[in-house]
């Protein structure tokens, strides 16, 4: 399983600061912390989320993915992703593509529906290990009703900051209908060399990610910048990201920015990386496109773009759907297999 310590994130790698956001004060509506949560989403997109109070429930979900991780091969590919675009269930180790070249990823994941997390005992979108079933009630689906209450918190705020009217977002994110949103365990193996992508650079597919890792391996691509940073992981702060879906039904006021994963460095770089992240996206019939009709913020950020920029004439579930099908190395036929994968960093100018 996840060890108990660590040896320490080095002092002598390119790191980029986050801003540190403070749930309970966001929860409070404290005018300051929303400000900063405000300042972290149109810059970089990225923030460290602090007392956040799921770190009992993230605690039972590494154990959970230390006891899947360990079934035989055999047992995780009964639960396969498969190649046709549906994310939930087991991904091997070099299933998936991290670049243009076909380079294949190194990392092994399972992905719960958040479907099946509240419709338990009954079954929504697939099945899944009896590892995972004996748990679900216990460990899963606690972890992802904490998650969707952050992250429907979060949502609220950028609402309001976005002069949207009340719970349109929220809307979006209907716990009635089926969507993405799913809870992903990961596990990558120790790689010595420090430049292997595990995960390749991308954007993330959905609205909000919500993600806890206690070793280095995270880095971004801060606009402006010449080479990747990393991202330090800090005990008991959750690392917050903004997707696609919110970039486009803000107009690009909200930020999804470039990441990717890599191998932890210095001392890190001989263990296990594990890292858990709920992933909330919009319900599978909602149309991505800026909603200028709702709020002239948002209709004045489009007015200076590029026409058409941020209508993608595509639902939540055709976008996510594409990306993933063509991140799958068995629908690989070549470099534009890869660049049809791609999200909202193939629209920026």
């Known amino acids: 399983m996840p060890a108990l310590a660590y040896p320490p994130f080095p002092d002598d790698v390119p790191t980029h600061p986050l801003l540190v956001i403070d749930y309970e004060l966001i929860k409070a509506r404290d005018a300051?912390?929303?400000?900063?949560?405000?300042?972290?989403?149109?810059?970089l997109g990225f923030w460290y989320l602090k007392n956040h109070g799921a770190d009992e429930f993230v605690d039972r979900m590494f154990t959970l993915g230390a006891e899947v991780m360990a079934l035989p091969t055999e047992e995780k590919m009964k639960f396969e992703q498969g190649d046709d675009g549906m994310s939930f269930g087991y991904k091997a180790a070099g299933a998936n593509a991290v670049d243009a070249t076909g380079e294949r990823d190194t990392v092994e994941f399972l992905n719960v529906a958040k479907d099946d997390a509240l419709a338990?005992?009954?079954?929504?979108?697939?099945?899944?290990?009896?590892?995972?079933?004996?748990?679900?009630?216990?460990?899963?689906?606690?972890?992802?009703?904490?998650?969707?209450e952050v992250n429907n918190t979060l949502l609220e705020v950028f609402n309001d900051r976005l002069g949207l009217p009340a719970g349109?977002?929220?809307?979006?994110?209907?716990?009635?209908?089926?969507?993405?949103s799913e809870a992903r365990l990961i596990k990558n193996p120790p790689?010595?060399?420090?430049?292997?992508?595990a995960i390749g650079s991308h954007t993330d597919f959905g609205t909000l990610s919500f993600l806890h890792n206690r070793l280095g391996g995270l880095q971004v691509f801060v606009p402006g910048a010449e080479s990747w940073q990393y991202v330090k992981p800090i005990p008991?702060?959750?690392?917050c990201n903004i997707g696609d879906a919110l970039a486009i039904f803000s107009g690009g006021i909200l930020r999804s920015n470039l990441h990717r994963v890599v191998p932890p460095p210095g001392q890190q770089s001989g263990l296990e990386r594990w890292s858990l992240v709920f992933f909330t996206r919009p319900g599978n019939s909602s149309v991505l496109t800026a909603l200028t009709q709702d709020s002239p913020t948002i209709a004045e950020s489009v007015r200076s773009a590029p026409p058409g920029k941020y209508e993608t004439g595509s639902t939540a579930f055709e976008?996510?759907?594409?990306?993933?099908?063509?991140?799958?190395?068995?629908n690989r036929k070549g470099p534009e297999t890869w660049m049809a994968s791609r999200g909202t960093e193939q629209i920026e100018v």
């Open 236 to 239: 008991n702060h959750a690392i």
């Open 319 to 330: 976008w996510f759907s594409r990306r993933i099908k063509n991140q799958r190395i068995n």
């Open 168 to 180: 349109t977002l929220l809307r979006f994110h209907s716990a009635e209908e089926y969507s993405g």
């Open 191 to 197: 790689i010595s060399n420090l430049n292997k992508q």
């Open 120 to 148: 338990w005992p009954k079954q929504a979108r697939r099945a899944y290990p009896e590892t995972v079933n004996a748990q679900m009630h216990t460990t899963v689906v606690p972890f992802v009703k904490k998650s969707l």
């Open 32 to 43: 300051g912390e929303i400000e900063r949560l405000w300042e972290a989403g149109t810059k």
